[in-house]
Nanobody, 114 residues
Framework: QVQLVESGGGVVQPGGSLRLSCAAS????????MGWYRQAPGKQREHVAT???????INTESAKGRFTISRDNAKNTVLLQMNSLKPEDTAVYYC????????WGQGTQVTVSS
């Protein structure tokens, strides 16, 4: 049973930075495509960024230039470095392990507010 645990969320002022981490159980983490998603209150969950097992990244328009996804296969973790945060970035951020059936983490809250 694969489990994903997100951490690193918190409250920051606009323009600040946070680094989110997702720790995954299992011994074959490196073969899976991983992603970060977010969901603001009352809104649909949206894709933020994806990284393949080989380290190739795919970023959304909103994330490109501010957010960086990376992974450390030796530690079974995927990271999301978030810089220049804006109030519109406020959401619960979820880690996703792509696959059949794939898995979701429980999420970590990010709040950007003055």
């Amino acid at each position: 049973q694969v489990q994903l645990v997100e951490s690193g969320g918190g409250v920051v002022q606009p323009g600040g930075s946070l680094r989110l981490s997702c720790a995954a159980s299992g011994s074959i983490f490196s073969i899976y495509v991983m992603g970060w998603y977010r969901q603001a209150p009352g809104k649909q969950r949206e894709h933020v960024a994806t990284i393949t097992g080989g380290g190739k990244t795919i970023n959304t328009e909103s994330a490109k230039g501010r957010f960086t996804i990376s992974r450390d296969n030796a530690k079974n973790t995927v990271l999301l470095q978030m810089n220049s945060l804006k109030p519109e970035d406020t959401a619960v951020y979820y880690c996703r392990l792509h696959g059949d059936p794939g898995y979701w983490g429980q999420g970590t809250q990010v709040t950007v507010s003055s």
